[in-house]
Antibody
Framework: EVQLVESGGGLVKPGGSLRLSCAAS????????MNWVRQAPGKGLEWVSS????????YYADSVKGRFTISRDNAKNSLYLQMNSLRAEDTAVYYC??????????????WGQGTLVTVSS | SYVLTQPPSVSVAPGKTARITCGGN??????VHWYQQKPGQAPVLVIY???DRPSGIPERFSGSNSGNTATLTISRVEAGDEADYYC???????????FGGGTKLTVL
């Protein structure tokens, strides 16, 4: 059974940093692209970042470019999102999602349950 | 940047057909994926590549895509279909994923 479990969310002050993790199991992690998607309270889905299976291709939404860094450790079956210079508008539930194949342009087959990030003073 | 436009809400009576649209400039040239999200839950893929259904998704869910509009069609709507639905495309010209704003489906 495919499982994606996010962790690392919490309350952080504006300008602060946080590192999210997504632990994957039930599939060959190194064969699939991975993604981060967020959802602000009461709002719609917003794509954040994607990384190909071998980390060769990495993409970011304009809203987080230069502040967030996506990475993965295929040996540990884990996906990460380093978030710096956090703003109030980054407050959201952050989901990790697995792509359908190795490329960053593949749709999202599986999603985790999300971790809440709150940016507030 | 590429924009996807969805109606904020669609209402339908049980047993009827719901159609949720997703508008975008020449969206017919792109592959559209659809997700269902129920309150407090993670999204679930219901249609990929315009009209393909993942295993476990009822045949009542179908999709089409042409011109400037993609459509998710839910036949014989049930109370359990009440959810938010999001369309998604990969904008290869910008290397960005784009989600529509979402449509809340209400079953009357």
């Amino acid at each position: 059974e495919v499982q994606l479990v996010e962790s690392g969310g919490g309350l952080v002050k504006p300008g602060g940093s946080l590192r999210l993790s997504c632990a994957a199991s039930g599939f060959t992690f190194s064969s699939y692209s991975m993604n981060w998607v967020r959802q602000a309270p009461g709002k719609g889905l917003e794509w954040v970042s994607s990384i190909s299976s071998s980390s060769s291709y990495i993409y970011y939404a304009d809203s987080v470019k230069g502040r967030f860094t996506i990475s993965r450790d295929n040996a540990k079956n884990s996906l990460y999102l380093q978030m710096n210079s956090l703003r109030a508008e980054d407050t959201a539930v952050y989901y990790c999602a697995r792509g359908a194949d190795y490329g960053s342009g593949s749709y999202y087959v599986y999603w985790g349950q999300g971790t809440l990030v709150t940016v507030s003073s | 940047s590429y924009v996807l436009t969805q109606p904020p809400s669609v209402s339908v009576a049980p047993g009827k057909t719901a159609r949720i649209t997703c508008g975008g400039n020449n969206i017919g040239s792109k592959s559209v994926h659809w997700y269902q999200q129920k309150p407090g839950q993670a999204p679930v893929l219901v249609i990929y590549y315009d009209s393909d259904r993942p295993s476990g998704i009822p045949e009542r869910f179908s999709g089409s895509n042409s011109g400037n509009t993609a459509t998710l069609t839910i036949s014989r709507v049930e109370a359990g279909d009440e959810a938010d639905y999001y369309c998604q495309v990969w904008d290869s010209s910008s290397d960005l994923w784009v989600f529509g704003g979402g449509t809340k489906l209400t079953v009357l």
